[in-house]
């Protein structure tokens, strides 16, 4: 009984995100396909969230402030957009 109870903690382990060395989940999705068509809108890095008009998008879209708290989920069709302190879009990524 305890070895089937090891072997199922060891198998959904084994299906969560990737760690890295500092126990901080991978971004290994991020380096996937470009679903979520995050290559479309490099041009606006650098610039304020305001250029960015997410009313026009047919996807779930997730603004992510600095030190914002995101869920583990990850949804390849999802655009992400981290913000830097000033509200400059740093990065676009799918997730």
């Not at 470009?34 to 490099?42: K, R, S, V």
């Amino acid at each position: 009984m305890r070895f089937l109870a090891i072997a199922t903690l060891a198998t959904v382990a084994a299906c969560g995100p990737a760690v890295t060395d500092d126990g901080v989940p991978s971004r290994a999705e991020e380096e996937g396909p470009d679903i979520c068509m995050a290559a479309d809108h490099a041009a606006l890095v650098g610039q304020p969230l305001d250029a960015f008009d997410q009313s026009t998008l047919d996807q779930p879209v997730r603004i992510i402030p600095p030190g914002g708290i995101v869920t583990m989920e990850y949804n390849p069709k999802r655009l992400n957009v981290d913000l830097d302190s000033d509200n400059t879009i740093v990065r676009f990524w799918c997730g």
